[in-house]
């Protein structure tokens, strides 16, 4: 499995946390934040509270993501919104979507990534407590399709499933 790298910044600490290695090039459908080879897609992504704490996160407000986009697709993503939630902390694999408990943070008629860190700021800060887990969800909508974005992730151990993602034509990737 892979999972995205991740920038989260808690402006209340003037920090900006990285997560993940990146060394990975990935526009796998499901892993890509902007699956547009598809009309739409939903696509989760785990963080532990582990990683965070390890990287000197603690307790208070997030602001904004940022991913690593280092492939741009095509078309434009569309109706996007980003989703945030707090997960046990003994929940360490995703199996299924999330689908209680999510919080929009950020929702744009349309987003025009760029090669490099593109950053979601969002509409009012997601508080986390310091011992969740977390869970950034993104969707989109589009009526047509191309090729995907690529994103920089982290090549994790085989049996670790901490992304998951739904695309198609035709649906609603949002709901």
């Known amino acids: 499995s892979f999972l995205l790298s991740l920038l989260l910044v808690c402006p209340s600490f003037g920090a900006i946390y990285q997560v993940g290695t990146g060394t990975v090039n990935n526009t796998t ?9 598809y009309e739409d897609n939903r696509v989760q992504y785990l963080y532990l509270a582990s990683e965070l704490t390890a990287l000197g996160a603690t307790a208070g407000n997030l602001n904004s993501i940022a991913f690593n986009i280092t492939t741009i697709g095509s078309p434009t993503p569309a109706n996007v919104n980003i989703k945030v939630a707090a997960v046990a902390a003994g929940t360490t694999t995703l199996t299924a979507l999330v689908t209680t408990g999510l919080t929009t943070v950020y929702t744009a008629a349309s987003v025009t990534p ?11 800060p997601w508080s986390w407590n310091g011992t969740s887990n977390i869970l950034i969800e993104v969707c989109r ?9 690529g994103v920089q992730t982290t090549q994790l151990a085989a049996g670790l499933f901490r992304t998951y993602g739904l695309y198609d034509d035709g649906v609603a990737g949002c709901s």
């Open 29 to 37: 459908s499901g892993v890509s934040p902007y699956s547009t080879v």
């Open 114 to 124: 760029v090669t490099g860190w593109n950053t979601y700021t969002f509409s009012s």
């Open 141 to 149: 909508d589009n009526t047509s399709w191309s090729g995907n974005y």
